[in-house]
């Protein structure tokens, strides 16, 4: 038998997080699918915690790329926030990854966070509110993906159209003088969802956020 590493153990880990969510994954379920003894895995991580940092920060590797010359602020901001959101498309355990471990522990978690905390100390935010702003930013990024209007958490693709059919007849069958524009957009609305419209309009909305008040205080600044 081969030597069980650590990175087949994160990609296992990542696995049945994304299939069966993150409570399925326990180092005895992990160990008996890898087929090694409990001993084995506690070699690498000594506790569930331990193993949730690692499996977040194994999903953001590679998040922060090399700085492309002359280019902006929020270019840069814009691309990494929409990584995160790509990242938490593709596993949608990675919310309740974040969620669940220590991020101390996650290097490039931090890496990420420091990497934004400086790119809005540029622009005359304090590292207070850098912080805070990041911290804005990864849960817009979870509640992006956790509102997606084309699936819905342990639901079938059928199941989730059939929901949406009966959400969308409901909301026609309103009055239409009470809720005209409503109403409106239940008759009009594309069948399925425009999935990558909806999370274009997300991106926009929140990096335009943070261009705001950047611009806010570039205003104060001058004046």
């Not at 399925?24 to 890898?34: D, P």
């Not at 602020?73 to 309740?96: C, K, Q, T, Y």
Request: net charge neutral; proline share 6%.
């Amino acid at each position: 038998m081969s030597k069980l590493t650590r990175e087949a153990v994160l990609d296992r880990a990542v696995r049945l997080a994304d299939e069966e969510g993150v409570a399925a994954v326990s180092v005895r379920r992990l160990a008996a699918e890898l087929d090694v003894t409990p001993m084995a895995m506690y070699w690498h991580f000594k506790n569930k915690e331990e193993l949730f940092s690692a499996a977040a920060d194994h999903l953001l590797a590679g998040l922060i790329g090399p700085p492309v010359p002359e280019q902006a602020w929020n270019e840069r901001l814009r691309a990494m926030v929409g990584r995160v959101i790509e990242l938490m498309r593709a596993h949608r355990s990675l919310p309740e990854l974040l969620r669940h471990c220590d991020k101390s522990r996650a290097l490039n978690f931090l890496r990420a966070t420091d990497t934004v905390l400086g790119l809005l100390k540029n622009e005359g935010f304090t590292l207070t509110e850098g912080y805070y702003v990041a911290g804005y930013l990864l849960n817009g990024c979870m509640g992006l993906v956790a509102g997606d209007p084309s699936c819905r958490p342990n639901m079938g693709e059928r199941e989730a159209a059939e929901q949406r059919r009966q959400h969308r007849a409901a909301l026609t069958a309103l009055p239409p003088d009470g809720f005209p524009s409503i109403t409106e957009w239940a008759r009009t609305a594309p069948e399925p969802p425009d999935v990558e419209h909806y999370y274009a309009i997300g991106l926009d909305l929140l990096v335009a956020g943070v261009e705001g008040l950047a611009a806010a205080r570039r205003s104060q600044g001058r004046s």
